[in-house]
């Protein structure tokens, strides 16, 4: 079966699970960055009682480094619920308290944790993951972006009933989403999440009532979509142009992209591939920025520079002039 065709049979199921006679749930929310905050508020909004979530403990971030909670915690506490910021669920002590919430479930939407078997097995009904993936494609930690590096023509969102494994549990619920030729991991992001909420809701539904059963996923067909690191930001001009525009747009909006220029690192926010003109990898074209890449050629259409704002291709050549002939250097 294929990943648009399973994604089709599981909507199906899902529709079926989101029949009237919906369950009041207690639960527990595990989750730490923008992306489990539509989830959690879906989950609310739904009727569930949330009586506690999870979540990454508050870090420096920002300019100023100052310590902030995550996202999650931030909306939770908006919301009067009770937030644990743990930094381990492996002492008997954590698993104690988590036991104690009595939950019938628990959502887990990019914690951040590994939930030890005690854990997982607390809650009645289990736990329910929200993965940003067709599973078994892009287990692990940057699924989002690494479909966009890849080139995927679609992704989507996996329901899934958690084990002890990396991403290896039982499928409930998917749905497919494409990723078009401009599609950047912002975007995907958003819509992926926008999916999950849905998805989980009826997900926890067909559980409760006993009409939705986990699939194991496929033996075939895995990939790991490994943790985006910044050593990945910079471009490489010697890379086909079609894959420093996967690059742009899937480092979308961290880490960022960039090239150097005049001992300063240009940020490349957005920009279109040309499979037609050729030169060295790294020569300038003409006036528009054109780049020789090491098939066919790239043009930033939006770039900026340390300290400065964002600007469109125009204006910024205007102020910072990157003329014909010269040759941008390749990743030191």
Same mark, same amino acid.
């Given at each position: 079966m294929?990943a648009?065709?399973?994604?089709?049979?599981?909507?199906?199921q899902?529709?079926?699970a989101?029949?009237?006679?919906?369950?009041?749930?207690r639960?527990?929310?595990?989750?730490?960055?923008?992306?489990?905050?539509?989830?959690?508020?879906?989950?609310?909004?739904?009727?569930?009682?949330?009586?506690?979530?999870?979540s990454?403990?508050?870090?420096?971030?920002?300019?100023?480094?100052?310590?902030?909670?995550?996202?999650?915690?931030?909306?939770?506490?908006?919301? +009067?619920?009770?937030?644990?910021?743990?930094?381990?669920?492996?002492?008997?002590?954590?698993?104690?308290?988590?036991?104690?919430? +009595?939950?019938?479930?628990?959502?887990?939407?990019?914690?951040?944790l590994?939930?030890?078997?005690?854990?997982?097995?607390? /809650?009645?009904l289990?736990?329910?993951?929200v993965?940003?993936?067709?599973?078994?494609?892009?287990?692990?930690a940057?699924?989002?972006?690494?479909?966009?590096?890849?080139?995927?023509?679609?992704?989507?969102? =996996?329901?899934?009933?958690?084990?002890?494994?990396?991403?290896?549990?039982?499928?409930?619920?998917?749905?497919?989403?494409?990723?078009?030729?401009?599609?950047?991991?912002?975007?995907?992001?958003?819509?992926?999440?926008?999916?999950?909420?849905?998805l989980?809701? !009826?997900?926890?539904?067909?559980?409760?009532?006993?009409?939705?059963?986990?699939? /194991?996923?496929?033996?075939?067909g895995v990939?790991?979509?490994?943790?985006?690191?910044?050593?990945?930001?910079?471009?490489?001009?010697?890379?086909?142009?079609?894959a420093?525009?996967?690059?742009? !747009?899937?480092?979308?909006?961290?880490?960022?992209?960039w090239?150097v220029?005049? +001992?300063?690192r240009?940020?490349?926010?957005?920009?279109?591939?040309?499979?037609?003109?050729?030169?060295?990898?790294?020569?300038?074209?003409?006036?528009?920025?054109?780049?020789?890449?090491?098939?066919?050629?790239?043009?930033p259409? !939006?770039?900026?520079?340390?300290? !400065?704002?964002?600007?469109?291709?125009?204006?910024?050549?205007?102020?910072y002039?990157i003329?014909?002939? =010269?040759?941008?250097?390749p990743?030191?």
């Amino acid at each position: 079966m294929t990943a648009s065709s399973r994604a089709r049979s599981e909507a199906e199921q899902s529709r079926d699970a989101s029949a009237p006679g919906r369950a009041d749930l207690r639960l527990v929310f595990m989750g730490s960055p923008a992306f489990a905050v539509a989830i959690l508020d879906a989950l609310v909004a739904a009727g569930h009682t949330v009586a506690a979530c999870y979540s990454q403990p508050p870090r420096p971030a920002g300019r100023g480094h100052r310590v902030q909670p995550s996202p999650v915690q931030a909306r939770a506490e908006a919301l +009067g619920i009770p937030v644990r910021t743990p930094r381990t669920l492996r002492t008997a002590d954590a698993q104690a308290e988590f036991a104690a919430l +009595g939950a019938d479930a628990a959502v887990v939407a990019a914690y951040g944790l590994i939930l030890p078997v005690p854990v997982l097995q607390a /809650p009645r009904l289990g736990c329910l993951n929200v993965h940003a993936s067709l599973l078994p494609r892009w287990r692990g930690a940057a699924p989002i972006q690494r479909a966009i590096l890849a080139g995927d023509g679609e992704t989507g969102v =996996t329901i899934m009933q958690m084990d002890a494994g990396l991403d290896t549990g039982g499928m409930l619920l998917a749905e497919a989403v494409p990723i078009g030729p401009r599609t950047t991991a912002a975007a995907l992001h958003d819509r992926l999440a926008e999916v999950g909420a849905r998805l989980v809701v !009826r997900a926890l539904d067909g559980v409760a009532r006993g009409t939705l059963a986990a699939v /194991p996923q496929p033996a075939d067909g895995v990939t790991y979509a490994a943790k985006i690191t910044r050593d990945e930001a910079a471009i490489d001009w010697r890379l086909p142009a079609a894959a420093i525009d996967r690059q742009v !747009r899937g480092l979308d909006p961290w880490p960022g992209t960039w090239f150097v220029h005049g +001992g300063e690192r240009i940020r490349v926010l957005a920009g279109v591939a040309d499979a037609a003109p050729s030169g060295p990898p790294g020569a300038v074209l003409d006036d528009r920025l054109t780049v020789a890449c090491g098939a066919g050629a790239y043009r930033p259409t !939006r770039l900026q520079r340390p300290g !400065r704002g964002p600007a469109e291709a125009d204006a910024f050549l205007r102020g910072y002039p990157i003329p014909a002939g =010269t040759l941008l250097p390749p990743p030191g």
